[in-house]
């Protein structure tokens, strides 16, 4: 399996704050926010996406040898979005194995093993990993989900007017997985033809849409919770208290 971490953004609230950025790289209890979100998952090429200058400046480098079979691919520039990033990894992942794209901004409630397992013994063609609850943060985006199919309606990445849970919207935990990498390709690159972008950028969930026209399974995972680690006050509280499940 090929695993895609995109990681060249900025956060103008981590950069305005006492944290140095990037985030992945703050420890939580020992443990930095990277580990958190990759663990559990032990097999598998990774690349790694990021900015040339966080790799010299934050010494992100070190931290990124730690995964074996890893790839590291640096960025002059950011790219307009998370699926952007994820598609400089192209050369790599444009084939038949599957991927597994993992946005670090995200601490999941979850066994990632079970998943893995799941989706490969269903043989869904794509999976969007997806909470019922958010222990730390605001929700900014959900994914719109049709229960009786068990299957997505509507990858829409849209911004979310208030915290409510609304009957048929999850919060989208920033986990992607597609039976090839080549659907990836193909559902990203149909995304931006058609200027699906959210925010004035391209995200992963819309391009599932893609999928779903073409009549693929596109299933949507469901964990207990999340914690989304959008801003400096988010780290902090789940610092403060850190979930059971987290301390593992």
Known sequence: MNI????????????????????????????TVLERSLRGIDEGNFYF??????????????????????TVMSLNEMTRG??????????????????????PAQLIHWDAQQ?????????????????????????????DIEYRADSILKGSHAKS?????????????????????????KWCKKMMENSNLVDNEYWVAPCMNYG??????VLPYRVPSVALLDKPKDLRDFAKSLPKWASL
């Open 4 to 31: 895609v971490v995109p990681i060249a953004g900025k956060s103008k609230a981590f950069t305005r704050s006492k944290f140095k950025y990037p985030r992945y790289g703050i420890k939580i209890a020992g443990v």
């Open 115 to 143: 998943f893995i397992e799941c989706v490969e013994f269903h043989n869904v063609d794509a999976a969007v990993v997806v909470a019922e609850e958010i222990v730390v943060g605001e929700r900014s985006f959900h994914v």
């Open 161 to 185: 007017i208030s915290c409510d849970w609304e009957e048929g919207r999850l919060t989208d935990c920033g986990v992607y997985y597609f039976k090839y990498g080549w659907y990836f390709d």
């Open 49 to 70: 996406v990021c900015l040339n200058e966080h790799l010299e400046k934050n010494n992100l480098g070190v931290l990124l040898s730690g995964w074996k079979a890893s």
């Open 82 to 103: 998370q699926a952007s990033t994820a598609m400089c990894a192209g050369e790599y992942i444009n084939n038949d194995d599957p991927l597994l794209i993992i946005s």
């Open 212 to 217: 779903i026209f073409d009549g693929k399974w």
